[in-house]
């Protein structure tokens, strides 16, 4: 058995007339705003995977999903996922668990955790119990303190045959 470990960070601005989508939940923002970006901007996913690429030495999502290619503009991050996952099985690993903190001043984002583990161990074909989703604030302190944005850091640990 080989057991290897990455982790993941991403940040994006918030910004009016975008939706506002972390784990792959829609979430309504009290000033309205959502995340900037050329892909749906889903900060909790793209942490996520890029811990899991830096797990198998596979580089990060700029590489694998550059922000210049039209093919990405808007995309679904949990569709992405299911890709990273794709090249993750071919290579003969797979998830043992993943830890996820997502850092925003609002909205308050408890009642959602249930849902962003549910959608994110389903596209990492785990069950909910491997996945944690926690969510803190800055105080205050730092962009994502003065609500300019949205930040997530995650942990992925796989598993090799």
Do not use: C
Not at 28 to 43: C, F, M
Not at 113 to 118: K, S
Not at 120 to 139: F, I, P, Q
């Amino acid at each position: 058995m080989d057991l290897r470990i990455g982790h993941g960070y991403d940040i994006h601005r918030l910004v009016p007339g975008r939706p506002l989508i972390l784990a792959g939940v829609h979430l309504n923002h009290p000033e309205n705003l959502g995340l900037d970006g050329h892909s749906d901007a889903d900060v909790v996913t793209h942490s996520l995977m890029d811990a899991l690429l830096g797990a198998l030495s596979l580089g990060d999502i700029g590489q694998h999903f550059p922000p210049g290619d039209p093919r990405w503009k808007d995309a679904d991050s949990l569709r992405l996922l299911r890709h990273v996952m794709a090249l993750a099985r071919e290579r003969g690993w797979r998830v043992v668990n993943v830890d996820v903190v997502v850092v925003a001043e609002r909205p308050k984002l408890r009642p959602h955790i249930l849902q962003m583990r549910a959608n994110l161990a389903e596209h990492l074909g785990v069950s909910a119990d491997r996945v944690g989703v926690k969510a803190t604030t800055n105080e205050g302190l730092g962009p994502v303190g003065r609500e300019e944005g949205i930040a997530s850091y995650a942990v992925a640990l796989m598993e090799g045959d």
